[in-house]
């Protein structure tokens, strides 16, 4: 993804040729089927506080393997399973497109710099919206991996957005929730007229 361009959960991270129409329409298949497992805008589970998870199992390696999947296809940076309708501490994210999916649980922002940057971000769960969100530029957030080994991870750019934006999602915080009023006003709108040509 280009760095003069971060979108957060970017909606069109590859731009197939024109000319290759089968390719054209397996793309759109295959991130319309999984972006029809991602909650939408309404659902409550967006906006409950994810539980901390204490058990590391066979269930919660299944957990991270299938948000990795969806993350992939859906063509997103981030992914957090209050998306995929688990109420628990568990994100995954790259925001390179040849990086391995990193996965984070029970995430904890432990330190966030001064400086801040306002970016334009987009999330799967909120289909169509982007909004200007003002966040630090530079964090510094401790975790366990889906093994239960430490993880620190210090970030700057768009990975430290990205896990800001996920952390929000774990914290039953949605961006709109951040960006400036006349903004979230217009999303609102937006969502609710989607809603209602889906009923």
């Known amino acids: 993804m280009r760095e003069d361009a971060p979108e957060v959960e970017v909606e069109d991270e590859i731009d197939p040729e024109p000319e290759d129409d089968r390719f054209d329409e397996e793309f759109r298949a295959r991130r319309a089927a999984a972006l029809a497992h991602v909650r939408k805008w309404g659902d409550p589970v967006l906006k409950t506080r994810a539980r901390a998870v204490d058990q590391f199992d066979e269930a919660l390696q299944a957990e991270v ?26 994100l995954v994210y790259r925001v390179q497109p040849e990086s391995p999916i990193v996965a984070l649980v029970n995430p904890e922002v432990e330190w966030a710099g001064r400086e801040t940057e306002v970016v334009e971000e987009g999330c799967l769960s909120l289909p169509n919206v982007h909004v200007d969100v003002e966040r630090p530029v530079h964090v510094r957030a401790r975790a366990v991996d889906e093994r239960g080994e430490a993880v620190v991870i210090e970030a700057s750019g768009l990975e430290a957005r990205v896990i800001q934006h996920e952390v929000d999602h774990l914290d039953g915080v949605l961006m709109i929730e951040r960006c400036p009023r006349d903004q979230r006003k217009e999303a609102i709108r937006l969502l609710r007229e989607q809603s209602s040509q889906a009923a």
């Open 65 to 90: 393997d299938y948000m990795r999947r969806i993350m992939h296809d859906s063509y997103g940076v981030g992914l957090a399973a209050p998306q995929i309708g688990t109420s628990n501490r568990v």
